[in-house]
C-alpha cells in the first residue's frame, strides 16, 4: 500500500546541524579503519552490480498480471521471486500462512435519483496501452470491505476525516441511513469508513477527486503521470490505526492450526458495505447533490460547485464478496553472517498488488532484486557481512501488512533478541525525489549511505539532492521564534507512520527502522494503470532510479551488517523529538486559544505542562552524544571488545522505547514514540500517547502517559550510559 | 474599486486584549457626562431614520443604468444624489473637474492558432436578469489601458505578481514579443500589466479563474453569487501603487486650467494594450496551451491540467480608445459645525461604476443616502454637531481614485490644518460580516459603535459578531511563540491599503481614516451582474445590512463630530504596530534561512537590526497610554478647556508620520507607517519603507528608512506628552 505522502506540516519542523556529509573521519560510520578497504571493495561490486536494465527486467516479469494476495497470479509472482533469489546463490524459505482475505464476487453501484443509472466500477481501455485490460481482473472493491447492500440518499463529507464529520454534525447533518460519498485523502481510507460506520451510514464510496491526484495535479494518464477520470483506487479499508495483520488471529501468527475470530466478531474490519470509484462516476452524482454549498475547503477540482446534499442523489450499492481463509507466501532469501551469524538485518518489500503494481509495490521489488544480486556478486567476490542480512519478499501487504505481520508475530522472540535494523522498500520509484522515513539514530547512516549514491540525471548524489530539497521544506515550513536565534538547519527523518511493512517491527517490536522511496508525480495509485507502460513513461522511463533505489537500499544493508560499531547513533535522536514535541505544544496552545463552535459539546482544550518530557529528552539528549563520543572512541581505537559490548547494546535501544501495555485504547501499537495516528492511519503521531490526550482533552490521560514516556526515555538514557560504560 | 479581500495572513496577527464593549464609563467615546443623554437623542433618530427600505429605493435609483465615469449616465446619478442631499435640506456643492479618461471605441480579441476563432467580449444574457443586457454598455476594457494591437504565442503567468515573472524566468521563459495571459486576484490589476510591460510583452489578457471567484467558491450567477463563465472583470489598470489619481495631473488638482501631461509622458499608466476576458473565453485558450505543465500553485479551476506555453495557442488583440478630458463631478453635502465650524469629520462614498455598481459602490451610495437622511433628521430634532461633516460622493474612482484624489489634492492645505478624519464607504454590502479597516487610533470608536449597532439577523450587535470572527482568525493565524506566554486576544483594525478613496487622505495627507464593509460571497465584481437583481437576491435580500452599514456610518460620524475630546486614542496605537513588524521580521528571517535557487542572480537577503524602531514603537506606546489616561480623566472632569486642547493635538497626531519627502521612489505616498505595497497595490505594506528595503534586499535603505521611521515614532510619542501636558 505504501504511505502517501502526507506530511504535516506542524510536523515538519526540520532544523539544526546540517550533518557534514562526507567529512566524518569515521567513514563509512562504524567500521574499523583495518576493514574500510575490504568494504569499499564490496560496496564497488554492489554498485556496479545493481543496473537500471535489471530493474527493468525484474519489472516487466513480476507486473505480467494483477497479482493481488491470494490469487493464483500472486502465487506465480511469489515463484518468480524465489526462482531468482535461488538463482543469485541465496538460501530462500517460501514461509506460508493462511489470511483471512476477501475477493469480490460481485459489486454493483447505481444511481436511483433523479435517474436511474448504473455507475462503471471498472477503468476504461486506454488503446495505447495493453495492460489497462488485463483479464481475470478484479472490478472495483476494497480489500475487508463488507459485504452487503445499501441505498438511500448521498451526503458529501469530504475526506471523511473525524474533524470532517463533526463539521457535518455542526451543520446539523447526519450520516444516519445515507450513503456516505468521501473522496481520498487525508487519512487512510479504513478511518473514513470507520468514521461513517461509527455515525449509522448505511455504505460509503471512496473517491478520487482531481484536485487531490487528477488532472489539477498534472495531465492524466495516458499523456501524463496522473489519475485519468475512469480510474479507480483500490485498497484496504481495515482500521488500520488499531492494529494491521490478519484479522483473524489478532496479535499472534496466522499458521495453519491457529485459533480464528469469526468474522462477525473481527475488530478493526468495516461492517458496512463500501465502494471505490472513479471521479468520472463520482461527477455523476456530485453533480446532482442538492443541499448547503460546501465549506470552502471541501471543494473539489470538479468544475461545478460542491453541495453536501442530502437531496438530489440517491445510489444503491451491491457488494458481494468471496471471503475466508487463503494461502499467501513469504519468500524469504538469507545471507548468513560470518561473525553474529543470529544477528538479524532484515530487508522488506512486499510483492502483491491490487493491479500490475508496477509502482506499488514492484518498483520496490524490482530494486529489492537488484540489491539481492549486487550483494549475492559482492558475496563471490569474497565479502562477509559480520550479521547475517534476511531479503523478504511479503504478501498480502495490501490487506493490512498481513504478511510481514503475521511472519513478525510468528518469530517475535527471536526478533526481540536479534534484530538490530529493518529496511523497508515499498513503491520505490515513482519520480526522482528521495524521501527517507525512519528513527532518529539511523539519521546518520541514511544520510551517509545517500552521499554515496551517485543522482543519475542531475550530478553530485542523492544525498545532495535530498539535503537541498529539505532545506528548502525547512526554510519555509519551520516556524520563526522571534525570541531566540533561528537554530541551524539539520537534516532529520520524517518520522513513520504506517501503511507499509515496517509496523510490526517498528511498532510492536521496537526494532530500529527504515523507509525510503525516490518520488514524482504519480497520480495512478492503486489503479490499473499503474503498471509497466506507466513507470517506463512517466515514474522512471531509463529506470534510473530503480538502480540507484537497490544501491541505497543495499549500501545501508552493507554497512548495517558489517560494519564493527553498529552504525545506530544516539547523538542526534532527541532534536528532531523536540521538534515533533514543540510541533505538539504549539498544537495544544492553538487549541487553548480558539474558542468553542457555537452548538460544541466538546470538552475544554487542555493546557498540559510538557516540562517533564522536555526535561527527560534534554537527558536522552546527553546520553546520546555520550554513547556517540564512545563509539568514536572505539572505533578510533579498533577496540573489538569495546565493539562488540556497544554493538548489543546500540542494537537494544530502541526496545527502551516499548511499553508492555501498549497505548491507549490499542495494546498492539507499544512503542511510545511513535505511531500512526488515531485519526490519520498513515501519518506518524509523534509521542502518540500524548497527542491522544490532547485530541481526547483528557488532562489525566496527559499526565499518565507522559510519565510513561518520561519513564522510557529515561530508560533509554541509562541504557546509553550503561552502553558508553561497557565499552570502557 | 474597493479593496478585494486579500488579507497577507503575516500581516494577520491580531491579538492582545478584547477591549470590553459597553463597559467603559466613558461612554460614548470623548463624550462628557452632561453631553451623553442629547447625544443618546439624537443617535436615537438616526438609528430609526436609516431603514432597509429607503437603501433598497435609493439603490434601486442609482443602478437603473450603467454609469461609467464620464457618461452622460453617471452625471445623471450626480444629478440624482445632489437632488436626494438638497431634499434633505443639507446644503450641497458640485465640484467639476476635468479628467483625463478612457471609454473604448473599438476591442476585438481573436484566437488565430491553433484555429482562427472570435473570443468573445461581452457578458451572455440572463433570462431572469434584465440588467444583463443594458443598452449603450461598453465592451470590455480597462480603465486606463492603452490602444493598440499585438499578436503572439500566449504565455501563462499565474496571477501576474513580480513573483511569478521571476518564476517564469528562472524557468526560461520570457514574456517578450508574447501575449501575456494572467488570473485576476493577489495583485491590482495595474501591477500585472506593469510586470508584465517591463520584461517586454507585447499585450496582457486578465481573465477571471473560477478557482478565485467562480464555481470553486460557491454556485454561479444566476443560480448562486458567484462569477458565471461569461462574467468580465472590468477595472482600472493605473499603476496604483505609485500614486493615484488623473495621470494627468500628478500631485495636484485637475481644474479646468491645470497644466496636463500628454498621454505619452504619463507616468502610471500602461502602454501596452491589455483586456479583461471571462473565464469561458479563457478556457478556449488555456485549454489549448502547450509548453511545460504549471508549477502546482498555478493551476486554476478549470478542468484540465495548466501548461505555461508557449505554443499551442496565439492571439490578436486590437484595443482603440477614446481618450481625453471629460467632466467628473464630486457632490458634496455640508453639515456645518456649531462650536468648531473649521474642524472637518469627511464621509466620502464614490458613485460611479463600471456597469450597474449595485455592489461597487452604490450599496455604499445607498447607504451614505440613509445615512445622510439619518443625520438630516437628528438635525431637525435639534442635534447640534461641534463639528462639520462633509458627505462626499466621488466620481471616476474607478479609473484610480480621481474625484477624491483631485479634490483632496485641490483642499491640501485646508485639509492637513482641519481634518479630524476621513470615513470610506466602498463596496459596502455583499454580506453579513462586517470588516473595519482604519488606522489604530480610530480602533476604540469603531469597536464601540459596531456594539451599538444591532445584528439584523442573527441577534446581538454587529460589534460581538465581528469580534467572534475576529477571535477565531487569531486563533488560527496568529503564530506561537514557545519561548513567550500565549498574548491576550485584543480586537485591531486592518490596515488600509489602497484600491479605494481614503488613499489621498490617509497616505497622502495623513488624515486618520477608517473604511468598512459587510461581506460575504461575492463573485460579480465589475461585471454587468453585479446589479439589483444580485444585490436583492444574494448580496442582501433584506437589506437589512445597507441599513446597518448606514447605522454604523452615522454613529460613528456623529461621535467624532460631536464629543468633547475627540475620540482617537493613542494607547493601542503600538501594538498592532508592533504585530506588524513583527510579521516582518518573521518575513526577514524566512528569506535569511531560504537558499538561493539554482540559477537565481538574487542579492543576499538582509538580516537587518530592527532594535531601534521597536524601541520607538514602545515610547510611542507608553505615550499613548498617557494621553488616553488625560483624555479619560479630561471626560471625568468635564474640562472643556482641556477637552480643546487635547482634541486639537489628537485631530493632528497622524500628521506625525508623514514624512515630507515621501516614500521610496514614490514621493507622493507619504505616510511612514503604511502604503499600499508596491507589489501588492492593494494590499496594505506597514512600514513600507523597511518593506521596500527587505525585498529590494538593500541593507542601507533600511537603515536610512529605519531613522526616518524612528523619528517619526519618536515625533508621535513627543506630541503626545505635549498633548497630555497641555490637557493639564
New interface residues.
Given amino acids: 500500500m505504501t504511505r502517501r505522502l502526507i506530511r504535516l506540516t506542524c510536523l515538519a519542523a526540520f532544523s539544526a546541524l546540517a550533518i557534514g556529509i562526507g567529512e566524518a573521519a569515521e567513514k563509512p560510520l562504524g567500521f574499523f579503519a583495518a576493514s574500510r578497504d575490504a568494504e569499499a571493495r564490496a560496496e564497488k561490486v554492489l554498485l556496479e552490480t545493481a543496473t537500471p536494465d535489471g530493474a527493468r527486467r525484474s519489472l516487466a516479469a513480476l507486473t505480467e498480471e494483477p497479482h493481488v494476495a491470494g490469487t493464483p497470479q500472486e502465487k506465480r509472482v511469489a515463484d518468480y521471486v524465489r526462482s531468482r533469489f535461488a538463482e543469485m546463490g541465496l538460501d530462500v524459505d517460501v514461509v506460508r500462512y493462511e489470511a483471512f482475505l476477501n475477493h469480490p464476487k460481485s459489486v454493483s453501484l447505481r444511481l436511483i435519483e433523479p435517474v436511474e443509472m448504473e455507475l462503471s466500477l471498472r477503468e476504461e481501455p486506454i488503446d495505447v496501452d495493453k495492460d489497462s485490460t488485463p483479464r481475470g481482473m478484479f472490478p472495483a472493491f476494497h480489500g475487508y470491505g463488507a459485504s452487503g447492500r445499501a441505498e438511500g440518499q448521498v451526503l458529501y463529507a469530504n475526506y471523511g476525516t473525524r474533524a470532517d464529520f463533526e463539521r457535518l454534525a455542526r451543520l446539523g447533518l447526519s450520516p444516519e441511513g445515507r450513503i456516505v460519498l468521501v473522496r481520498y485523502g487525508q487519512v487512510f481510507r479504513g478511518l473514513k469508513i470507520k468514521e461513517a460506520q461509527d455515525r449509522g451510514a448505511a455504505g460509503v464510496l471512496i473517491y478520487s477527486d ?1 484536485a487531490d491526484d487528477g ?6 494518464y495516458p499523456d ?1 503521470p ?1 489519475r485519468p477520470p475512469s480510474a479507480i483506487q483500490r485498497g484496504s479499508v481495515q482500521f488500520l490505526s488499531l492494529g494491521p495483520g490478519d484479522p483473524s488471529t489478532p496479535g499472534y501468527a496466522s499458521t495453519a492450526h491457529a485459533k480464528r475470530v469469526p468474522r462477525e466478531r473481527m475488530e478493526g474490519v468495516p461492517r458496512i458495505p463500501s465502494l471505490p470509484i472513479a471521479y468520472g462516476e463520482a461527477e455523476k452524482i456530485l453533480r446532482r447533490l442538492g443541499g448547503p ?1 460546501v465549506p ?1 475547503e471541501w ?1 473539489g ?5 460542491y453541495h453536501l446534499g442530502p437531496g438530489g442523489a440517491a445510489v444503491a450499492m451491491d457488494v458481494q464478496m468471496d471471503e475466508g481463509l487463503k494461502p499467501i507466501y513469504d519468500v524469504i532469501a538469507r545471507i548468513p553472517g560470518a561473525v553474529q551469524p543470529d544477528r538479524l538485518v532484515i530487508l522488506g518489500n512486499h510483492r502483491d498488488a491490487w493491479t500490475h503494481g508496477a509502482v506499488d509495490p514492484n518498483s520496490g521489488t524490482a530494486s529489492m532484486l537488484e540489491t539481492a544480486r549486487g550483494l549475492a556478486a559482492a558475496l563471490k567476490a569474497g565479502w562477509k557481512p559480520r550479521r547475517t542480512i534476511l531479503l523478504a519478499s511479503w504478501d498480502a501487504e495490501e490487506y493490512g501488512l498481513v504478511g510481514s505481520t503475521e511472519w513478525a508475530e510468528d518469530h517475535a522472540r527471536e526478533l526481540a533478541s536479534n534484530a538490530v535494523a529493518y529496511l523497508n522498500l515499498d513503491a520505490a520509484v515513482t519520480g526522482p525525489d528521495l524521501d527517507v522515513s525512519g528513527v532518529p539514530s539511523l539519521r546518520d547512516l541514511a544520510v551517509e549511505a545517500a552521499g554515496d549514491v551517485a543522482e543519475p540525471r542531475k550530478g553530485g548524489t542523492v544525498g545532495s539532492a535530498w539535503e ?1 530539497r529539505e ?2 521544506a ?3 515550513r ?7 536565534p ?1 537554530p541551524p ?1 539539520e537534516m532529520r527523518l520524517d518520522p513513520l507512520g504506517s501503511g507499509s511493512d515496517y509496523t510490526a517491527f517498528l511498532d510492536h517490536l521496537g526494532i530500529a527502522s527504515l523507509d525510503f522511496s525516490f518520488s514524482g508525480p504519480y497520480g495512478v495509485y492503486h489503479s490499473v494503470y499503474d503498471n509497466f507502460r506507466w513507470s517506463s513513461r512517466f515514474g522512471d522511463p531509463e529506470f534510473v532510479y530503480h538502480a540507484a533505489a537497490a544501491r541505497y537500499y543495499g549500501l545501508v544493508a552493507m554497512r548495517l551488517a558489517s560494519a564493527e560499531v553498529l552504525p545506530l547513533r544516539f547523538g542526534s535522536y532527541a532534536r528532531p523529538l523536540r521538534e515533533d514535541l ?1 510541533a505538539l ?2 498544537e495544544a ?2 487549541k ?4 468553542a463552535e457555537p452548538g460544541s459539546t466538546e470538552k475544554p482544550a487542555i493546557d498540559p505542562d510538557f516540562t517533564p518530557v522536555l526535561d527527560a529528552l534534554a537527558e536522552l539528549g546527553r546520553a546520546g552524544e555520550e554513547a556517540d563520543r564512545t563509539a568514536a572512541r572505539v572505533v578510533e581505537a579498533g577496540d573489538d571488545q569495546g565493539a562488540h559490548a556497544l554493538s548489543g547494546a546500540l542494537a537494544q535501544l530502541e526496545r527502551a522505547f516499548l511499553e508492555e501495555a501498549g497505548l491507549p485504547r490499542r495494546p498492539w501499537f507499544r512503542h511510545l514514540l511513535v505511531a500512526p495516528g488515531t485519526t490519520t492511519g498513515y501519518a506518524a503521531w509523534p509521542f502518540p500517547g500524548l497527542n491522544q490526550a490532547i485530541e481526547d482533552r483528557d488532562p489525566a490521560l496527559f499526565e499518565a502517559e507522559s510519565r510513561r514516556v518520561v519513564i522510557a526515555l529515561r530508560r533509554a538514557a541509562q541504557k546509553l550510559h550503561e552502553a558508553a560504560a561497557s565499552a570502557r
Same sequence: chains 1, 2.
Fill in positions: 482531481p488532472y489539477m495535479k498534472g495531465d492524466v501524463g496522473m454549498r470552502d471543494q477540482g470538479l468544475p461545478f460547485s537541498t532545506r528548502s525547512w526554510a519555509s519551520a516556524p520563526v521564534e522571534l525570541a531566540a533561528d538547519f514543540d505544544r504549539r496552545r492553538r487553548v486559544r480558539t474558542p
